[in-house]
C-alpha cells in the first residue's frame, strides 16, 4: 500500500524522517507531498507576513488538490495519508474528497483551526507578528 506524507507549515520533503524508518519496514510505499508556496523560505516568509486567513483556506485547498493529483500519478489502489500540522488539515481534507485514502493518520494537528485562528494574537505573540492579517489585530 502507498502512505502519502504531507510536511507542516514551514517544513519539507525531509520533515520527519523517522515515517520511513516505522512504515517501509511494514511494506508500505511513501511518497512525500511538498506543500505550496515551500519552494522558497523567503517567498513563505513574505506569504505568511500577509497571510489571510482565506489565504490560508486557499493553501489547504491547494494542497489537498496536488495530494489527489500526486496519489492518482503513484497509488491507483487505496492509500494512506499521514499530515503533519497543515498537512494534517490537507490530508483531512483530501480524504473527503477522494474515497481512495483509507486511512488518515494526523500529527500535532488541532482539531479547531479556525478557533486557534481567531486568538493567535493571545496565544503566540511571535507567530502573530508573522501571519498579518490573518487574526484580528484587538491584541
Not at 8 to 29: D, H, K, M, T
Not at 91 to 103: E, G, L, P, T
Not at 116 to 122: K, S, V
Amino acid at each position: 500500500m502507498h502512505l502519502l506524507y504531507v510536511h507542516g507549515l514551514g517544513g519539507s520533503l525531509r520533515a520527519q524522517p523517522e515515517i520511513e524508518a516505522v512504515f517501509l519496514p511494514a511494506g508500505f510505499r511513501m511518497v512525500r507531498i511538498p506543500l505550496p508556496h515551500h519552494d522558497n523560505l523567503l517567498e513563505l516568509f513574505g506569504r505568511l507576513a500577509t497571510l489571510t486567513f482565506a489565504d490560508l483556506c486557499l493553501w489547504i485547498h491547494e494542497g489537498a488538490e496536488r495530494l489527489i493529483r500526486t496519489a492518482q500519478l503513484f497509488a491507483p489502489e487505496e492509500y494512506a495519508v499521514v499530515g503533519d500540522s497543515l498537512g494534517g488539515f490537507i490530508s483531512v481534507v483530501a480524504a473527503q474528497r477522494d474515497s481512495r485514502i483509507s486511512h488518515c493518520v494526523l500529527l500535532a494537528c488541532s482539531g479547531d483551526i479556525c478557533d486557534a485562528a481567531t486568538r493567535i494574537h493571545r496565544l503566540n505573540r511571535a507567530l502573530a507578528l508573522i501571519v498579518g492579517r490573518f487574526a484580528p489585530g484587538d491584541a
